[in-house]
């Protein structure tokens, strides 16, 4: 199904921004649910946004209001800015793509390999 390739992860100070962005470019599987997942230091997996083709969207309550989900599908590309970061979000973050969530979890069909982001005080 091909590659999904985030960029964008780095080191910030808390209270900064970052934005993810996620090449599809080279993937060929179903896109109808695309979305951003990250794993903390020491913890599972966990959902952070997800986007549909329709252009609804879901997010986890710990960064609605702080973070956006978007896609722009004539580029081929998903997109997550992430504004006023705290320490709890420092994580792996992963693309992910033929997505399915629910309250209790998450199935996914294809990963990106991950962007690293850090934040410090």
């Known amino acids: 199904q091909g590659q999904l390739v985030e960029s964008g992860g780095g080191s910030v100070q808390a209270g900064g921004s970052l934005r993810l962005t996620c090449d599809a470019s080279?993937?060929?599987?179903?896109?109808?649910?695309m979305g951003w997942f990250r794993q903390p230091p020491g913890k599972e997996r966990e959902k952070v946004a997800t986007i549909y083709a329709s252009g609804g969207t879901y997010y986890a309550d710990p960064v609605k209001g702080r973070f956006s989900i978007s896609r722009d599908n004539a580029k081929n590309a998903l997109y997550l800015q992430m504004n006023s970061l705290k320490l709890e979000d420092t994580a792996m973050y992963y693309c992910?793509?033929?997505?399915?969530?629910?309250?209790?979890?998450?199935?996914?069909?294809?990963w990106g390999q991950g962007t690293q982001v850090t934040v410090s005080s």
């Open positions: 992910a793509a033929d997505c399915l969530v629910w309250d209790g979890g998450f199935n996914v069909g294809s």
């Open positions: 080279n993937y060929t599987g179903s896109r109808y649910c």
